[in-house]
C-alpha cells in the first residue's frame, strides 16, 4: 500500500524558510514522477514544483528563486525547501506521486500546512 506522508508545515515570518518533507512507503520516490502541490482558502489547487524520475525540475513563476525541490533516495524521501517565504505561500501542501509510464497510478499524500504571518 502506497503511503505519502508530509510533514514540516507551520508558522513562520515573512521572510523566513521552512523545509516540508514528503516519507514515502510502498513506492520509490526515484521511480516516480513526483509534486508539490498547494491549496489556499477558496482557490484552486495549484502546482508549486515537480521532479520527474529522470530529475527534471519545473516551478511555478511565483515560487522561482526561492524554492528548491529535491529527493533523498536513501531516505526516499521528497523535499520543498523554500525561502523568502511571503503571506501568500500560505496554503496547505500536498505531496504528489505519478506513475510515468501511464496514467494507471497517481498519489496525494494528506497535506502539511504552512502559515506566513507576522
Known amino acids: 500500500q502506497v503511503q505519502l506522508v508530509e510533514s514540516g508545515g507551520g508558522l513562520v515570518q515573512p521572510g523566513g524558510s521552512l523545509r516540508l518533507s514528503c516519507t514515502a512507503s510502498g513506492m520509490f520516490v526515484y521511480i516516480y514522477d513526483m509534486g508539490w502541490y498547494r491549496q489556499a482558502p477558496g482557490k484552486q489547487r495549484e502546482l508549486v514544483a515537480s521532479l520527474t524520475h529522470g530529475g527534471a525540475t519545473n516551478y511555478a513563476d511565483s515560487v522561482k528563486g526561492r524554492f528548491t525541490i529535491a529527493r533523498d533516495n536513501a531516505n526516499n524521501t521528497l523535499y520543498l525547501h523554500m525561502d523568502s517565504l511571503k503571506p501568500e505561500d500560505t496554503a496547505v501542501y500536498f505531496c504528489?506521486?505519478?506513475?510515468?509510464?501511464?496514467?494507471?497510478?497517481?498519489?496525494w499524500g494528506q497535506g502539511t500546512r504552512v502559515t506566513v504571518s507576522s
Open positions: 504528489n506521486a505519478d506513475w510515468p509510464y501511464n496514467n494507471d497510478y497517481h498519489y
